[in-house]
DNA sequence: TACTATTTGCAACCGAGTTGCACAAACTTT
DNA sequence: AAAGTTTGTGCAACTCGGTTGCAAATAGTA
């Protein structure tokens, strides 16, 4: 028995415990990138620590990805299927500054930069802030 | 009696007290960009608030920017002279995963992006980690 | 000089993130 | 199934960057 969410847990490597399965249930709910004190309030009688360890599992398995938007507070969203968060996995955050939400721009990539030389690429974190259509 | 210091403050509408000189020539001495608590262990004997307060004032008047690169503490550099911080003005960062240095790829213009419909862009952090020349 | 506005220093606080540790749950091996 | 091992969870405590209130000090002005 495999619902959804666990066949993107056992697609990842993450064994499929309760706590994992209702993350992901919330992660992928979200239209935009979700904040560990952001589900700590959704999951008030959970631990804080048990969510922290769980979004950094999240992470480390490349099932989500972390957005430092500069909020104060990292933020995180789901990766496409595929996803390797390779520079070339990479797409632009958007921040509003009225709603404070963060939006995967998944159709926008990160643009390729010609760094100075012996200057070598691994990651890149774009993040536009601005008003978004919601709010605009 | 004004040196270059005090005019750099003058030109941004700055009071020129002995705390912002001596935090703006430390500035000026830096080829990366410096955090609050790096400036606080430069002045060990300064003032945490103070410092913390003089970086606000610097930024506030875009005599520095900030940069969030993602280690945690916020980063301040020197803005170019006629620097007004507005999008046109940004340029890339680059943080070294090595040495941990954040430098300002002046020369680098943060690439124009086309938003969705009804998005307004106000700013851009547009942050590349990699390995910087003198850690290659 | 007296008054007002600005800056500084101190202390205290907040909140995000992180860790150690003990207990619980799940998985292995016999 | 029992014993042993690994993995996950809950709790408490802590770190650290950032921030604020307030009173003393300093600078600027009438």
Same mark, same amino acid.
């Given at each position: 028995? %495999? &619902?959804?969410?666990? @066949? ?8 499929? @415990?309760?706590?994992?399965?209702? +993350?992901? *249930?919330?992660?992928?709910?979200? /239209? @935009? ?18 969510? $922290?360890? /769980?979004?950094? @599992? ?10 430092? %938007? ?5 933020? $995180?969203?789901? #990766?496409?299927?595929?996803?390797? #968060?390779?520079?070339? %996995?990479?797409? +632009?955050?958007?921040? #509003? ?8 721009? &998944?159709?926008?990539? +990160?643009? /390729?930069?010609?760094?100075?030389? %012996?200057?070598?690429? *691994?990651? +890149? ?8 259509? &919601?709010?605009?």
């Amino acid at each position: 028995m %495999d &619902n959804e969410l666990d @066949t993107k847990l056992h697609n990842r490597d993450i064994k499929p @415990t309760a706590m994992r399965q209702l +993350v992901l *249930e919330v992660l992928t709910e979200q /239209t @935009t990138a979700i904040s560990l004190p952001e589900l700590e309030n959704i999951f008030h009688n959970a631990d804080k620590s048990t969510l $922290y360890r /769980t979004l950094k @599992t999240f992470e480390e398995k490349k099932l989500i990805h972390s957005i430092d %938007d500069g909020s104060g507070s990292m933020k $995180y969203a789901l #990766c496409q299927e595929k996803c390797d #968060c390779l520079p070339q %996995d990479l797409h +632009v955050h958007f921040v #509003c500054s009225i709603c404070q939400k963060t939006f995967c721009l &998944n159709e926008i990539p +990160v643009p /390729t930069i010609n760094l100075p030389i %012996d200057f070598t690429l *691994e990651s +890149v974190n774009m993040v536009i802030k601005g008003i978004c259509s &919601n709010c605009n």
